[in-house]
């Protein structure tokens, strides 16, 4: 499985962001997808997840009622629409996929390749 992840940019505090993960090759309409960040200096962190047969979503705390993670099966693409976002949101942000949302969470089977999500103050 190939993940693409794009949208990254620079925002003002306050301000939203939406990032795509497309998913290809392999098994890719049947796995979860989920994000994970990573700021400088800080381990990588996970973000958000959505299973693939359900669509049941999971949230880290420091971004629930913020970010939203959503998918479009057709086009085996997941968002992740980003809102109130605040500097320590500043980070690299990575798409990742498994067989299992709960397994994801922790051990994703798939990452691609990073995009930099800068918020300034």
């Known amino acids: 499985v190939q993940l693409q992840a794009s949208g990254g940019g620079l925002v003002q505090a306050g301000g939203s962001l939406r990032l795509s993960c497309a998913a290809s090759?392999?098994?890719?309409?049947?796995?979860?997808v989920g994000w994970f960040r990573q700021a400088p200096g800080k381990e990588r962190e996970f973000v958000a997840a959505i299973s693939w047969s359900l669509g049941t979503t999971y949230y880290a705390d420091s971004v629930k009622g913020r970010f939203t993670i959503s998918r479009v099966s057709a086009k085996n693409t997941v968002y992740l629409q980003m809102n109130s976002l605040k500097p320590e949101d500043t980070a690299v942000y990575y798409c990742?996929?498994?067989?299992?949302?709960?397994?994801?969470?922790?051990?994703?089977?798939?990452w691609g390749r990073g995009t930099q999500v800068t918020v300034s103050s």
């Open positions: 090759g392999g098994t890719s309409s049947s796995v979860s």
């Open positions: 990742a996929a498994g067989l299992s949302a709960v397994v994801l969470r922790t051990r994703p089977d798939y």
